[in-house]
Nanobody, 122 residues
Framework: QVRLVESGGGLVQAGGSLRLSCAASGRTISDYAMGWFRQPPGYEREFVAVINWSGHSTYVIDPVKGRFTISRDDAKNTAYLQMNNLKPDDTAVYYC???????????????WGEGTQVTVSS
């Protein structure tokens, strides 16, 4: 059974940093792309970042470019999202997901975590 568990969320002031972790079990993440999505309060879930199976290719959306970095540690079977210079607009529930394609659409991911709350105060 594949399970993804996010951690590292919390309350932080604007300008602060958090590092989200996504620990996987039941699946070796080095064979898959890992993505991060977020759902701000009152909005649909949106794609944030993806890293491919080898870790050599990454993509982040423009609003977080230069502030967020996606990475992976295959030895720990864990993906990360380093978030710096956080803004109140980054407030959301953040989800990690695992899929076979280096993609940005939810349908391209077959396993999801339950999410971790990130709240950025102004």
């Amino acid at each position: 059974q594949v399970r993804l568990v996010e951690s590292g969320g919390g309350l932080v002031q604007a300008g602060g940093s958090l590092r989200l972790s996504c620990a996987a079990s039941g699946r070796t993440i080095s064979d898959y792309a890992m993505g991060w999505f977020r759902q701000p309060p009152g909005y649909e879930r949106e794609f944030v970042a993806v890293i491919n199976w080898s870790g050599h290719s990454t993509y982040v959306i423009d609003p977080v470019k230069g502030r967020f970095t996606i990475s992976r540690d295959d030895a720990k079977n864990t993906a990360y999202l380093q978030m710096n210079n956080l803004k109140p607009d980054d407030t959301a529930v953040y989800y990690c997901a695992s899929g076979r394609i280096f993609g940005r659409a939810e349908r391209e991911y077959d396993y999801w975590g339950e999410g971790t709350q990130v709240t950025v105060s102004s």
